[in-house]
């Protein structure tokens, strides 16, 4: 990830983006990620990214969620500290185990590794003239997760890997707190990866 970190500062810089004198701050993460898919009754759907993320400033689970009906509103992003012992990931392979509670409901997922093609993703954000820039990398191999929510569960594809940031500021990403999240929840979810 070293690697990383020596070419996206040059290009951020070389972009305009780096302000003279700006001190970036770079970290690596195992990240684990899923998506659900979990009913809502009234005909509503809500659909959910979680990224269960161990770094050296600890473990932390990232929601994006989103109301569906015949469209989905726009996603609302939520991010808290998981409790010690709660995240498990193995540092090489695709695979790990999350016992935690999501919304008010007890959620456990556990990934699997599969063979497949993985994803690989990197961003660019901010720029204008801000201090707001942040560029990184996702690198995640194929995983079957095990979700199981309030007790109902799926199982579907997923990612374990390793992501890297370098950013000027950690304000790109204003997630609400993960204690202010509540679900309704009324079936079963469905794994959507």
């Known amino acids: 990830m070293r690697r ?33 898919s979990v009913p809502a009754g009234h005909g509503l759907t809500i659909r959910m990214t979680l ?47 999350l016992h935690t509670s999501l919304g008010g409901l007890p959620l456990q997922v556990s990934w699997v590794p599969q063979l497949g093609a993985g994803v690989e993703r990197g961003y660019v954000d901010g720029g204008g003239g801000t201090t707001d820039i942040s560029t990184g990398t996702y690198r995640g191999d194929d995983a079957v997760a095990a979700v199981s929510v309030a007790g109902r569960s799926c199982h579907g594809r997923a990612t374990v890997g390793t992501e890297a940031d370098v950013s000027l500021s950690d304000s790109r990403n204003n997630p609400e707190p993960l ?13 959507t990866g």
């Not at 996603?75 to 500290?81: L, Q, V």
């Open 179 to 191: 204690s202010r999240l509540r679900i309704t929840a009324v079936g079963a979810p469905s794994c």
């Open 51 to 97: 990224n269960a993320i161990r770094a050296d400033a600890g473990d932390r689970l990232e929601a994006s969620i989103s109301t569906c009906g015949r469209t989905c509103g726009p996603a609302r992003s939520f991010a808290g500290p998981l409790p010690s012992g709660a995240l498990q990931l193995d540092p090489q392979q695709a695979s790990g185990r």
């Open 4 to 36: 990383l970190v020596a070419i996206a500062l040059p290009l951020v810089a070389s972009a305009g983006m780096l302000p003279a004198g700006a001190t970036p701050a770079a970290r690596t993460a195992r990240l684990a990620e899923v998506g659900i």
